[in-house]
């Protein structure tokens, strides 16, 4: 089965400090990758997704992610974070069967992002 | 503006209850989806629908139960077979395009009293 690994249960930075997020997924042909932010008691935003070209993307609120298929690894990144990104990030890769995409999404397990003054 | 919602925002339930909770979309979305929310347990998928009238079981469709009767609705009941049935609902719903991501509401909180 397809898997979406983030290592990171939860991660503190100071406000102005450079961010990136792992996140790691099962081999498969040309994953389509997702990350969404989450903030307490709301639902998921979408910040940037990558479906193939272009191996650096660009999303909203100054996120960027790198999709390295040698790695297996489709990290998030930010230079400069602020107080207003501390919240829950989850990646998700979409499921693919039989050539047709259900549209499926595997989560990973989310990382919590706590931005320190 | 075009979105989903749910609602209500905070719901309880008595034991031995089954309690419905609604998802409406004006997207024009022909997928729609439920997950289940746990602290540190990520999203779980309960059932999701890929067109009108039809529905297939999620990873953890035991005690709960949907229907597509419309384009726009995906209500899911939480039935007395779910033993553990607190938690937060996500609805989401997606374009059936290759590749399109799945957009989501803001949530149902299920507690029991």
């Known amino acids: 089965a397809q898997s979406v690994t983030q290592p990171d249960i939860h991660i503190t930075v100071s406000e102005g400090a450079s961010l990136e997020l792992r996140c790691n997924y099962s081999y498969g042909a040309t994953p389509y990758l997702f990350w969404y932010v989450q903030s307490p008691g709301q639902g998921l935003q979408l910040l940037l997704k990558?479906?193939?070209?272009?191996?650096l993307v660009q999303g909203i609120k100054g996120f960027e992610a790198e999709f390295k298929r040698s790695q297996s690894s489709f990290n998030l990144r930010k230079p400069s974070v602020h107080w207003s990104d501390a919240a829950e990030y989850f990646c998700?890769?979409?499921?693919?069967?039989?050539?047709?995409?259900?549209?499926?999404?595997?989560f990973g397990q989310g990382t919590i992002l706590t931005v320190h003054p | 503006d075009g979105g989903i919602t749910q609602s209500p925002k905070y719901l309880f339930r008595k034991e031995g209850q089954n309690v419905t909770l609604s998802c409406e979309q004006n997207l024009n979305h022909d997928a729609m989806y439920w997950y289940r929310q746990d602290p540190g347990q990520g999203l779980r998928l309960i059932y999701y629908?890929?067109?009108?009238?039809?529905?297939q079981k999620g990873d953890i469709a035991e005690g709960y139960s949907v229907s597509r009767e419309k384009k726009e609705s995906f209500p899911l009941t939480v039935t007395s077979a779910q033993k553990n049935p607190t938690a937060f609902y996500l609805c989401a719903s997606r374009e059936h395009r290759a590749g399109q991501p799945q957009h989501f509401g803001d949530g149902t909180r299920l507690s029991i009293l």
């Open positions: 998700a890769r979409l499921d693919n069967a039989g050539g047709t995409s259900y549209g499926k999404l595997t």
């Open positions: 629908s890929q067109i009108v009238n039809d529905f």
């Open positions: 990558y479906f193939s070209g272009d191996t």
